[in-house]
Every structure is written in structure tokens, then in C-alpha cells.
């Protein structure tokens, strides 16, 4: 695992969005995993403004997102699909038909995480994901004690993540309790992975994931000892108990 170490979220953001712009002037055509959750927000901000000064085209990138909360219409406020059209694709050159997304609302959501696992596969597979982190070490929607040897699948979210993201909505029951994501297997399949870290809240996940480094699957971050290609970007206060 590669460690950059910056000040702040400003920071981070900044080398973010460098990190995933380089990847697409050298593979334009690049598959690009993206994740949603307040850490990337200012990552996409940069994007955006780099797209604004300096052209940098998305017009042969394609996207698949990490996950989606079931039974959140596409056009909720709170689904992932509108947050990654407020904060990415609506502001840059990427095709809609090109940005995938699981759907939360499908009627049939095994074979929705099948469909899912083949279209990654069909583009074949994803070259740079983007991860946060939540501060049980989950990845993705993936919550402790998942199997590594996941694919997209179902999950029920554990309270404390629906409590971490009542934020974004009106009340805690309005919270969904179940998702789709990618699974353990499918996120470790990408080529490299981009792990983006901010703040205080953090730090706890931070200290299991680098100082503790036990490797179990009550901590799925720990799946990701096994990647040859991880790049972490954490800032100071998410470092500061390692
Ligand atoms: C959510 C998302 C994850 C994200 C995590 C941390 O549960 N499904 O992909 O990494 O929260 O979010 P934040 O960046 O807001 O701390």
C-alpha cells in the first residue's frame, strides 16, 4: 500500500483529482469506479474545475459506481444516481449512457447484482476504484463480517451506518435499510484502487487499517492488504493516531 500523507481535505481533494486526471490523459477510454459519501465530494469538485480550465475530456470514460440504496427512485434526493449527477456528471463531458449505477429499485435484485458483475465484466473490469471508508472499516456498502469472496450483492445496512448518513436525509426512518454494492471480490478485481481518508472521525479505522494491520473480515478494509496497487490519501487529522 502506497501512503500520501496531506494536510487537510483541501488536500486531499487536490491530489485526488490529480491522481484520477493523470489516469485518464494516459487511458483516455479508462473504466472508472466511483464512490459516493462526503470524502470524493471535493475530489469531484477539482475534477470539475479541471475539466473547466483544462479540457480534460470524459468522453470515452465509462463509470460504474460502488452502490445504491434499494428503493430510493433514480430521481430521489438522496439517491446515489442524483449525487453523482449534482457532483460529477453534469458538469463534465461524460456520455449518461456511458455512467452505471446500480438499480435500487429493480424488481428483481439477484439478477440486478448479476447484471451488474457481467456489465463490469463486459467493459472489461474496472482500472482505478475509488474508495472512502466508513468508520467500521466498511467499503463500499460492505459491512464487517463480509465475506471477501463477494460479488455485487444485497445488503442490510448495520445502524450505524444508516445513523452516518441520517445526515443526508430528514430523519433517521427515512434512511434506507438495505443497499446494493459491489462486493468484496468485485472491488479487489480492480486493477488499482485510490483510498481516500479525511478527518478526525476517521481515525479509529485509520489506526486498524494501517497500525493494527490484522487482516479478518470483521474489518473489510483489511481486504485490501492482499491488492498490489492501493494508493491511500489521508489527511493529518485522519493519521493523527498512527
Ligand atoms: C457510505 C458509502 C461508502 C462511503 C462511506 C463513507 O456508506 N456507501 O462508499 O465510503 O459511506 O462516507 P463518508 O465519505 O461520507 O464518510
Given at each position: 500500500?502506497?501512503?500520501?500523507?496531506?494536510?487537510?481535505?483541501?488536500?486531499?481533494?487536490?491530489?485526488?483529482?490529480?491522481?484520477?486526471?493523470?489516469k485518464?490523459?494516459?487511458?483516455?477510454?479508462?473504466?472508472?469506479?466511483?464512490?459516493?459519501?462526503?470524502?470524493?465530494?471535493?475530489?469531484?469538485?477539482?475534477m470539475?474545475?479541471?475539466?473547466?480550465?483544462?479540457?480534460?475530456?470524459y468522453?470515452?470514460?465509462?463509470?460504474?459506481?460502488?452502490d445504491?440504496?434499494?428503493?430510493?427512485?433514480?430521481?430521489?434526493?438522496?439517491?446515489?444516481?442524483t449525487?453523482?449527477?449534482?457532483h460529477?456528471?453534469?458538469?463534465?463531458?461524460?456520455?449518461?449512457?456511458?455512467?452505471?449505477?446500480?438499480?435500487?429499485?429493480?424488481?428483481?435484485?439477484?439478477?440486478?447484482?448479476?447484471?451488474?458483475?457481467?456489465?463490469?465484466?463486459?467493459?472489461?473490469?474496472?482500472?482505478?476504484?475509488?474508495?472512502?471508508?466508513?468508520?467500521?472499516?466498511?467499503?463500499?456498502?460492505?459491512?464487517p463480517?463480509?465475506?471477501f469472496?463477494?460479488r455485487?450483492h444485497?445488503?442490510?445496512?448495520?445502524?450505524?451506518?444508516?445513523?452516518?448518513?441520517?445526515?443526508?436525509?430528514?430523519?433517521?426512518?427515512?434512511?434506507?435499510?438495505?443497499?446494493i454494492?459491489?462486493?468484496i471480490?468485485?472491488?479487489?478485481?480492480?486493477?488499482?484502487?485510490?483510498?481516500?481518508?479525511?478527518?478526525?472521525?476517521?481515525?479509529k479505522?485509520?489506526?486498524?487499517?494501517?497500525?493494527?494491520?490484522?487482516?479478518?473480515?470483521?474489518?473489510?478494509a483489511?481486504?485490501?492488504?492482499?491488492?498490489p496497487?492501493?494508493?491511500?490519501?489521508?489527511?493529518?487529522?485522519?493519521?493523527?493516531?498512527?
Amino acid at each position: 500500500m502506497k501512503i500520501i500523507q496531506v494536510e487537510d481535505y483541501h488536500d486531499l481533494s487536490i491530489k485526488a483529482a490529480q491522481h484520477i486526471i493523470t489516469k485518464i490523459q494516459n487511458e483516455p477510454d479508462l473504466v472508472l469506479g466511483l464512490a459516493t459519501g462526503s470524502t470524493p465530494k471535493g475530489a469531484y469538485k477539482q475534477m470539475i474545475n479541471d475539466f473547466q480550465k483544462n479540457n480534460t475530456s470524459y468522453r470515452y470514460v465509462k463509470t460504474v459506481n460502488l452502490d445504491e440504496y434499494v428503493g430510493l427512485a433514480k430521481n430521489d434526493i438522496n439517491s446515489y444516481f442524483t449525487f453523482m449527477n449534482e457532483h460529477l456528471f453534469n458538469h463534465i463531458d461524460i456520455p449518461y449512457s456511458q455512467t452505471h449505477i446500480p438499480n435500487g429499485m429493480a424488481k428483481d435484485l439477484q439478477t440486478e447484482c448479476n447484471n451488474y458483475d457481467k456489465l463490469i465484466h463486459s467493459l472489461g473490469g474496472i482500472d482505478l476504484q475509488l474508495l472512502g471508508i466508513g468508520h467500521n472499516g466498511h467499503i463500499g456498502f460492505n459491512e464487517p463480517y463480509t465475506s471477501f469472496k463477494t460479488r455485487t450483492h444485497i445488503v442490510k445496512l448495520t445502524s450505524s451506518t444508516r445513523y452516518a448518513n441520517e445526515r443526508f436525509f430528514q430523519h433517521i426512518n427515512e434512511v434506507p435499510k438495505y443497499a446494493i454494492t459491489m462486493g468484496i471480490q468485485t472491488i479487489l478485481e480492480s486493477k488499482q484502487i485510490l483510498l481516500l481518508i479525511s478527518g478526525k472521525d476517521k481515525r479509529k479505522a485509520v489506526h486498524k487499517l494501517l497500525v493494527e494491520q490484522n487482516m479478518s473480515e470483521e474489518f473489510p478494509a483489511s481486504s485490501l492488504y492482499d491488492h498490489p496497487h492501493v494508493t491511500i490519501i489521508a489527511d493529518k487529522a485522519a493519521l493523527s493516531l498512527t
